[in-house]
């Protein structure tokens, strides 16, 4: 699996956009990065998901360089829900590969 | 709209003991896996399974054992609790070709 690193933590104030950045410069073509984040206490949850193009759904946007080097989630009105561990995991898009959690980025969101 | 129920969600153990935990998914999903997290550390895998009646080892199963005797359900296993196996246990299911995970709310276990 393609190593990725992330900040161990980042603020956002309340309703800006969070910007949480991950670089995995060793990604293969066919795997896929992936975001899930983790509320205090609870269980993961899955976010959002790509391979080269810019994705969007309700809860984030995934931008992925060019050479797929480095990607950004972006949660576009941050709110104090949105506070948690945030884990870029990059890994290929299908079979039972499992998903190998870092220590991800710390996101707390400032009223 | 129950997705991964994990039961229970809080147990204290003594050394040696012997539990289950139970992982019941109604997704209809193929695979399934067991997760534990130690303070300030990411999700380990444990085991995983991918389809009913198989099981195999993820990065730590000593330790544990499994069982998928049921599609929807994924059975983990202390046989003699040990200190070190305090922690919370994360199940999770997926159908695969996503490879998207959806999780349980977690056990925590504490082994004295």
């Known amino acids: 699996d393609a190593k990725t690193t992330q900040p161990p933590s980042m603020d956002c104030a309340e309703g800006r956009a969070a910007n949480l950045p991950c670089n995995h410069s060793?990604?293969?073509?066919?795997?896929?990065v992936y975001w899930y984040r983790q509320i205090h206490s609870q269980g993961p949850q899955y976010i959002i998901h790509?391979?080269?193009n810019n994705e969007t759904n309700e809860m984030a946007s995934l931008i992925i360089t060019e050479d797929r080097k480095s990607s950004t989630l972006i949660l576009p009105h941050a709110t104090l829900r949105d506070t948690a561990v945030y884990y870029c995991i990059v890994r290929a898009n299908f079979g039972n590969e499992k998903l190998t959690f870092g220590t991800g980025t710390r996101l707390t969101i400032i009223p | 709209n129950a997705g991964v129920t994990q039961t229970p969600k809080f147990r204290v153990l003594k050394t040696g003991q012997s539990m289950t935990l139970l992982c019941a998914q109604d997704?209809?999903?193929?695979?399934m896996y067991w997760y534990r997290q130690d303070p300030g550390m990411g999700l380990r895998l444990i085991h995983y399974s991918v389809g009913e009646g198989t099981t195999a080892k993820g990065e730590v199963p000593d330790g544990y054992n499994v069982s998928r005797l049921k599609k929807q359900n994924f059975l983990l296993g202390l046989e003699s609790a040990a200190p070190s196996q305090t922690s919370v246990y994360f199940c999770?299911?997926?159908?695969?070709?996503?490879?998207?995970?959806?999780f349980g709310a977690g056990t925590r276990l504490s082994v004295l």
């Open positions: 999770a299911s997926s159908r695969g070709e996503k490879n998207i995970q959806y």
């Open positions: 790509g391979l080269k």
């Open positions: 060793t990604i293969s073509g066919n795997e896929y």
């Open positions: 997704m209809n999903h193929e695979y």
